[in-house]
């Protein structure tokens, strides 16, 4: 089985909203930073968001900051990410997975491999 489990994905109008979830396992989950990222067709993946195991501590894209915001909940081991003023350019395939940030580029851990999760698609129409 899949260590992540991403969905809330779907169709919406530019401007509009949607509101991701990741599930993950205890392994992948606890005490890691962990981020969302993203590929559109014939793109690079590329990373979006990333935040702290305590969740105190946040990163975003430049291309998304001030309208998306990450945050999670250990309790559950559930990652979120608020898209607000979705644009067509935000369409994507979206894909949650541990995460660090380098000078400022969010990447996925080295120790995830190639663990990703089916994601979920967000399509945004103008």
């Known amino acids: 089985q899949a260590q992540v489990v991403e969905s809330g994905g779907g169709l919406v109008q530019a401007g509009g909203s949607l509101r991701l979830s990741c599930t993950a396992s205890?392994?992948?989950?606890?005490?890691?930073?962990m981020g969302w990222f993203r590929q559109a067709p014939g793109k690079e993946r590329e990373g979006v968001s990333c935040?702290?195991?305590?969740?105190?501590?946040?990163w975003y894209a430049d291309s998304v900051k001030g309208r998306f915001t990450i945050s999670r909940d250990n309790g559950k081991r559930m990652l979120y990410l608020q898209m607000d003023s979705l644009k067509p350019e935000d369409t994507a395939m979206y894909y949650c997975?541990?995460?660090?940030?380098?000078?400022?580029?969010?990447?996925?851990?080295?120790?995830?491999?190639?663990?990703w999760g089916q994601g979920t698609q967000v399509t945004v129409s103008s």
């Open positions: 935040i702290t195991s305590s969740g105190d501590t946040t």
């Open positions: 997975a541990t995460a660090v940030v380098v000078a400022g580029l969010i990447l996925p851990s080295s120790t995830f491999g190639e663990n």
């Open positions: 205890e392994s992948t989950f606890d005490g890691y930073a």
